[in-house]
């Protein structure tokens, strides 16, 4: 089997990488969402520690 | 067996805990997706009535599983949180509740794009199908309902409620392709065994594993937040390094 078999997964393309594709970015995403809510949370809680001081 | 248990329900100890073992679940889970996504997709083989279509399952049958098992774990937690009023519990069940709605999407969706070549539909209001889209608004309802609430203890104890009632529902679609009669194929796997090829039953084993411990990994990352958010006027919190920076 060539990559453009592969790519083409027998006629299924579509479905097969729009199942994965966007399954994939939903967790990419999700990963990126997770760490940007810890850069958020830190910063507020520095804020708040420095206020306190 | 000197491991007292309780010391990890205070969340300053499971805040320096979590931390500690996420690189545990994180890296175990990336190599087995590699390895489960070369499997399904190079090891095994055509199926015999759907060609390459069929490869779809590799993520939708450990995407589905997963989703109503974190449902399970997540009122597990909040009713925990309800009884004994451990905040820990109640953070860990708001923590899994995005993670959890994530997989019922990636469930829902994957089906979606497998139906549509094999029933020629994208959607039918199937049993199977119908009680996992509840499962999704239950996650939703959850976390909305969690977040219009002001006092955080009140939150909790609604939102749990809801989770807990919301329960009933996982059962339904396990079920819901013996007790109905479905479009949705029966389980894949059975306690009995399974009739799929090897490297079939491999790749999608290997792709569950993978996809519990990134949710693991995923929620304790997001739960360290929420206990900072919920805990940012203490001393411990205050003296922690990455806020003393």
Known sequence: ?53 | MAINWFKYSAPSAFYNLAGKVIPWFAVPATILFVAGIYTGFFVAPSDAQQGEAYRIIFIHVPASILSMFLYLVMAAYAALGLIFNTRLSSMMATALAPTGALFAFVSLWTGAFWGKPMWGAWWVWDARLTSELILLFLYFGFIALHASIDDVRRADRAAALLAIVGAVNVPIIYFSVRWWNTLHQGATIKFTGTSMHIAMQQAMFMLLLAGWLYAVAVTLFRVRSIILEREKNTRWVAELVEVQQ
Not at chain 1, 15 to 32: D, H, T
Not at chain 1, 36 to 44: A, D, E, G, M, P
């Open chain 1, 1 to 53: 089997m060539n990559w453009a078999d592969f790519f083409n997964m027998g006629g299924y393309a579509f479905y097969v990488w729009g199942a994965y594709g966007v399954s994939l970015s939903v967790f990419i995403i999700e990963v990126l969402m997770v760490r940007h809510k810890r850069t958020v949370t830190l910063r507020q809680v520095r804020l708040l520690n420095r206020a306190g001081e």
